[in-house]
């Protein structure tokens, strides 16, 4: 799997000011140069209901419907200015960020904001019912210019399509859009994690308000620098907010955890792995076996070469450090390991990062130091195996609250501003693009966590033709689906694209109905409704 990264990012400096809402208006401000970026003049063949002609255009088109899906979905009176433009990003061959978007300002203090909590300014402005700063625009948003080119994740590229039909090892723009729009709408907290510090002395923020570190059991405002320092670092972050508690058992997929036989027993917490295959209850089990190389007292680590089917058919353990966790779990597999648990060398689980340089294929799990003690104490006689537990869900703590992105090794822009990995299904707002994501339908628990923030989600229909005709599709419905927002996104598409009521709209817009009518946004109720107003 290769590691793409989404990042988030505090713009510009702080600022700060004293300062039934409408559909938000998203507006893209293009600050790309002629003949780049977003003006690409390079001829493309329309595609996944995108009509532009050039990469340029579609990559507009995209953006202004990922624009549109977010303006549907929350309300402010006051428009949002983005800023958008495709520039050199940090890349490799296999490996590199996708995107970076952040609020240009923060405002704290206005009408209807919590005391000395800072706000990015789309958020403030739909609070304070005004523009705090009109002479500036809301958010910034970048996106890595040389995606699939030599050097830069150079087998894939950028799909622009708006079906969500992403061809294999592509990257869905659209999906990555909504991503980094989602981080300037304010799923970020503005703190230095590198100190601890916020960035506004003397304010916390409304997202850092709503996170709770389980290991030292303190709220993130409460604590010193350095606890905050640690708690970013400690794997143990959650989400308080009560919108997004009521909405887990709906949102995300029951809870499995590693169960011990044999020789040992107990239930035990871990870290997920961004290579391999994904571990299932269906994939991994079996006996134990430590790790032994041969090198002596680091030879449970693992960094070199086992005898060949030293660990046939069995789990294999193996002690962090010395080496990166892939080329462990590589020199398992090739000892004949059908899956691999890395034991941590500190107190909690990690998520564990890819490496280029080998590529493992078999199901890798961590478990905590402690953890990996009992397992190894049974060895030989213990066996695992993944179970899930009844009443309770995947990313989500002991208390079923939200785990937020927490990675033993600080990620710059990803750490904290981020769902966990371990959402199942993957959540939009983790820090790494999936395949399952499909951004113009499902934003999971992100509304949930914006009315949180103070965001009012849009409980009305959809509409057509400039608000006029009244789908009877509701633009959000149970757990962050959205059929109706992307259905009022392609008429507004469509209808700039080709004119309304003319057949070129109507051939546009077909497509998208009929995908909406496939998955049930569009029931046999209101299909009349749907095509009356898709006809204007």
């Not at 949002?80 to 704290?108: E, K, P």
């Not at 030599?150 to 894939?156: A, D, F, K, Y």
């Not at 907290?189 to 303190?218: E, M």
């Not at 390991?337 to 590529?359: L, R």
Request: aromatic residues 8%; hydrophobic residues 40%.
């Amino acid at each position: 799997m290769n590691k793409t990264l989404l990042a988030c990012a505090l713009a510009a400096a702080t600022t700060f000011a004293i300062g039934s809402a409408d559909a938000a208006n998203i507006v893209l401000v293009n600050m790309n140069g002629p003949g780049v970026g977003l003006n690409d003049p390079t001829p493309a063949t329309p595609a996944g209901g995108n009509p532009g002609t050039t990469v340029g255009e579609q990559r507009q088109i995209a953006y202004r419907f990922a624009a549109d899906l977010w303006g549907a979905v929350l309300e402010s009176d006051v428009d949002i200015n983005v800023r958008a433009q495709f520039t050199a990003l940090n890349c490799d061959a296999t490996s590199g960020v996708l995107g970076s978007a952040g609020a240009r300002q923060i405002f704290g203090d206005f009408p209807n904001a919590v005391a000395a909590t800072a706000y990015g300014g789309a958020l403030a402005n739909a609070l304070a019912g005004e523009d705090l700063d009109p002479e500036e625009d809301e958010i910034n948003s970048n996106f890595n210019a040389n995606l699939g080119t030599p050097g830069c994740l150079e087998t894939s590229g950028w799909y622009y399509g708006l079906d969500g039909n992403t061809p294999t090892g592509m990257i869905n723009f659209l999906d990555v859009v909504m991503h980094e729009i989602g981080h300037g709408l304010n799923f970020q907290g503005f703190y230095t994690l590198a100190t601890g510090a916020p960035i506004a002395p003397g304010y916390t923020d409304i997202y850092s308000s709503f996170v709770f570190d389980n290991v030292s059991g303190q709220a993130w405002p409460q604590m010193t620098n350095a606890q905050r320092v640690a708690a970013a670092k400690g794997g143990g972050l959650v989400w308080t907010g009560a919108n997004v508690a009521t909405q887990v058992p709906m949102a995300l997929a029951p809870k499995v955890l590693l169960t011990a036989g044999g020789t040992a027993s107990g239930e035990f917490q871990y870290g997920t792995a961004e290579f391999g295959a994904e571990a299932t209850p269906a994939n991994f089990s079996g006996q134990l076996v430590l790790v032994n190389d041969g090198s002596g007292a680091t030879g449970s680590q693992g960094c070199a070469a086992s005898p060949a089917n030293a660990y046939a058919g069995k789990v294999a353990v193996v002690d962090r450090g010395t080496c990166a966790f892939e080329i462990k779990a590589k020199f398992a597999q090739d000892a004949g390991a059908i899956a691999v648990i890395v034991a941590n060398n500190t107190t909690g689980v990690i998520q564990m990062a890819e490496d280029p340089t080998v590529a493992a294929t078999v199901p890798t799990i961590s478990v905590s130091q402690a953890d990996g003690a009992i397992l190894k104490a049974g060895i030989p006689g213990a066996t695992v195996a993944l179970a899930e537990v009844e009443g309770s869900f995947a990313g989500t703590d002991a208390e079923g609250r939200a785990l937020l992105y927490a990675p033993a090794t600080l990620a710059a822009g990803s750490t904290f501003s981020h769902f966990d990995i371990s959402h199942s299904p993957n959540a939009l707002m983790e820090p790494s693009i999936n395949q399952d994501l499909d951004g113009n339908l499902r934003l999971d628990l992100t509304p949930a966590l914006y009315e949180d923030l103070g965001w009012i989600v849009n409980s009305g229909n959809a509409t057509t033709n400039g608000g006029t005709c009244n789908t009877g599709i509701a633009v959000t419905e149970g757990v962050g689906l959205i059929g109706g927002a992307n259905l009022q996104a392609a008429d507004s598409m469509c209808r700039n694209a080709h004119g309304g009521g003319t057949a070129a709209y109507r051939s546009c817009i077909a497509p998208f109905v009929s995908r909406l009518r496939d998955l049930g946004f569009v029931p046999k109720s209101r299909a009349s409704a749907v095509t009356l107003c898709t006809k204007r």
